[in-house]
């Protein structure tokens, strides 16, 4: 396998943009390459880079891609209005077309403001909750990646943990005082913060998976939310990736539990720039215009976003089915995991749910993000590498998710297996040296 021009344009990139990149993990840094593949296209489940190189994708743009690359149904949409125009400063009919949408399928949300991304998503249901309680301290876990403003970089999962710390600097004393943090999970300790009544909200993932994913108790999530309640503290479900995801009406629903306000993003877009967040009525209107909480964007519900949206969240809801496809698929992948790894000697746990997971290179169980930094991010590596090598592009990162999606057959998931038992052939021979 050839990687020529990847590497050419990594070199030019370098000179332009820092670490040649727009978003950290795209580097491949932790994975000890000297270029990141740059993607030319993708079909399905398939991507293909600048050398021509075929892939099996299991990042799939981070999540939005859940009915795969490049799918008819997205696409003819687009096209319909692409020729149209592209933004106008101005309402269109189809923010209000994928608002109604997501209005009918989450069940907490009873209006929703459109953004251009998750970060805007999180900052502003952040900024919502302080003043709606009026109180400023907010409270977020270890390991939760809830998008890439100050308040919430503390601690923080993703990129930063794949590089190799928990905090941006940048970030005021005063911004790291008021954004307190707690291991996912310790019920208690929480209990103990929220008792002083003085916490505007506590934002989670209900599915970390910005950590490598980590498994929910349902139960953490039900106590939190008696426990926010009974303080009168907002609960924010940050669903950028569980939602559309782990269930049509995303982990709200899968878990029956509400939040007071829920942030989306990656699956509503579709493939293209948009989040959004909502909650109840009640809340929402103190959003400008009709409240004081400022709000807006120049391109947030841009037309074309919005209708690419609008035509994958349709397709979800036509095709219900869709979820169970993909749990098996998953389950399937990581039944099989398990086998080759005892056969290989390889230790590993590997964390599942719905249609994401990771495999920890680890021994233990991992429960919160302790137990995730105890990753051999080596023998990762190693299974990147091979993966990458041999035509199946994995996140680069021990401290992410795999994503499956729709486009993803039968035929692929043993062509990635196969890939797999080379991966952990390698790791078992270079451990038994
Ligand atoms: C991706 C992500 C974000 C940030 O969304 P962007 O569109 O990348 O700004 C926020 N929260 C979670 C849980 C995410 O996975």
Redesign the pocket.
């Known amino acids: 396998m050839k990687f020529t021009n990847s590497v050419k344009l990594y070199k030019k990139a370098v000179d332009l943009i820092p670490g040649g990149v727009n978003?950290p993990v795209r580097a491949f840094k932790s994975v000890n390459r000297e270029a990141p593949i740059f993607v030319k296209k993708g079909e399905g489940c398939r991507i293909w880079d600048e050398d021509d190189n075929e892939y099996i994708d299991y990042i799939c743009s981070?999540?939005p891609l859940i009915l795969g690359h490049n799918h008819p149904k997205v696409i003819e949409e687009v096209k319909k209005i692409i020729e149209n125009g592209s933004s106008y400063g101005l309402p269109t009919k189809y923010e209000v077309d994928l608002a109604e949408l997501i209005v009918d399928i989450v069940p907490s949300i009873e209006k929703v403001r459109l953004t251009t991304?998750?970060?805007?998503?999180?900052m502003s249901a952040v900024r919502l909750a302080r003043a709606y309680t009026q109180r400023n301290k907010i409270l977020k876990f270890e390991g939760?990646?809830?998008?890439?403003s100050d308040a919430l970089l503390v601690k923080s999962g993703?990129g930063l943990l794949t590089d190799g710390y928990q905090d941006s600097n940048g970030i005021t004393d005063g911004v790291l005082k008021d954004t307190l943090t707690l291991p996912f999970g310790d019920i208690e300790k929480v209990k103990k913060i929220l008792e002083n009544k003085d916490i505007a909200c506590v934002i989670v993932?209900p599915i970390p998976?910005?950590m490598g994913l980590i498994e929910t108790h349902k139960e953490f999530l039900l106590e939190l939310r008696e426990i926010t309640k009974k303080t009168e503290t907002l609960l924010i479900f940050?669903?950028?990736?569980s939602g559309f995801r782990l269930a049509l009406g995303g982990a709200q629903e899968f878990f029956g539990i509400t939040p007071d306000l829920t942030?989306l993003?990656?699956i509503i877009g579709g493939g293209y720039?948009v989040?959004a967040f909502g909650g109840k009525k009640e809340i929402m209107d103190l959003v400008a215009p009709v409240g004081r909480v400022y709000h807006a964007g120049t391109l947030s519900g841009n037309p074309i976003a919005s209708k690419a949206g609008f035509a994958t969240l349709t397709y979800l809801k036509e095709n219900k089915s869709i979820y169970k496809d993909l749990e098996e698929k998953t389950k399937y992948l990581v039944k099989n995991i398990e086998i080759l790894a005892k056969k290989y000697s390889v230790n590993i746990c590997v964390n599942s749910i719905g249609s994401l997971f990771t495999i920890f290179f680890n021994d233990k169980k991992v429960e919160n993000l302790e137990d995730s930094l105890k990753s051999n991010t080596e023998n990762f590596s190693i299974y990147f590498n091979t993966m990458l090598e041999n035509g199946v592009v994995v996140p680069p990162s021990q401290f992410e998710a795999h994503f499956l999606s729709m486009a993803h057959k039968q035929k692929d998931l043993d062509k990635t297996l196969e890939i797999i038992e080379k991966a952990f052939k390698n790791i078992g021979e270079k451990n038994g040296k």
């Open positions: 978003s981070w999540g991304s998750g970060t805007e998503a999180t939760c990646y809830h998008g890439h993703s993932e998976a910005n940050d669903e950028v990736i942030t993003g990656k720039p989040g």
